[in-house]
């Protein structure tokens, strides 16, 4: 017997936290993919001199957490946010990503060595991201607790990219 259920994306607006739908360069993973299928890295509300060097991927958003989304991993996420953090840096070499993650969850074939070739590109940060405000200049910051450190630190960027978690579907 094989019940399937569908996936729902988590819409990361009805948490205000995250900056969703209050800065335009804070988007979803879909968000970003519909970018690079347009062949861009910044949605139009962000002025197209601007350059997205400086980008964060924050992972587990609507998911891993009963309180906003779903307790369960959605599993993919990872590995999707992971390959959008590497075609990123393939065209834009001198691009600055940070990772925000909880751990990572190993998803498809050859992930060990795909995980290997692209920790050196990457920065990874081991946090509980707590929420992304906007500074003066308009950009999101990231206020997250390392949990290596265990303390509260901040860091801005040019583009936030959410990994919003799936949930199954209500039908």
């Given at each position: 017997l094989v019940l399937s259920t569908g996936l729902v994306p988590f819409e990361p607006g009805i948490n205000r936290k995250w900056g969703y739908c209050d800065n335009p360069?804070?988007?979803?993973?879909?968000?970003?993919?519909?970018?690079f299928y347009e062949e861009k890295y910044l949605p139009d509300e962000v002025n197209d001199a601007d350059e997205a060097n400086k980008i964060a991927f924050i992972q587990c958003v609507g998911s891993?957490?009963?309180?906003?989304?779903?307790?369960?991993?959605?599993?993919?996420?990872?590995?999707?946010?992971?390959?959008?953090?590497?075609?990123?840096?393939?065209?834009?070499?001198d691009a600055e990503i940070d990772f925000y993650y909880m751990d990572i969850q190993r998803f498809g074939k050859n992930f060990g060595n795909f995980l290997a070739t692209i920790s050196d590109k990457i920065n990874f940060i081991r946090s509980n991201p707590i929420s992304v405000?906007?500074?003066?200049?308009?950009?999101?910051?990231?206020?997250?607790?390392?949990?290596?450190?265990?303390?509260?630190?901040e860091a801005?960027?040019?583009?936030?990219?959410?990994?919003?978690?799936?949930?199954?579907s209500d039908g």
């Open positions: 360069r804070v988007i979803t993973g879909s968000d970003l993919e519909r970018l891993r957490n009963i309180m906003e989304g779903t307790a369960q991993c959605s599993r993919i996420c990872c590995a999707f946010a992971l390959r959008m953090a590497g075609r990123i840096k393939h065209e834009k070499p405000k906007i500074n003066a200049e308009g950009k999101p910051i990231i206020r997250f607790e390392s949990i290596p450190d265990n303390m509260c630190e801005d960027y040019d583009l936030v990219v959410l990994s919003h978690g799936l949930c199954p």
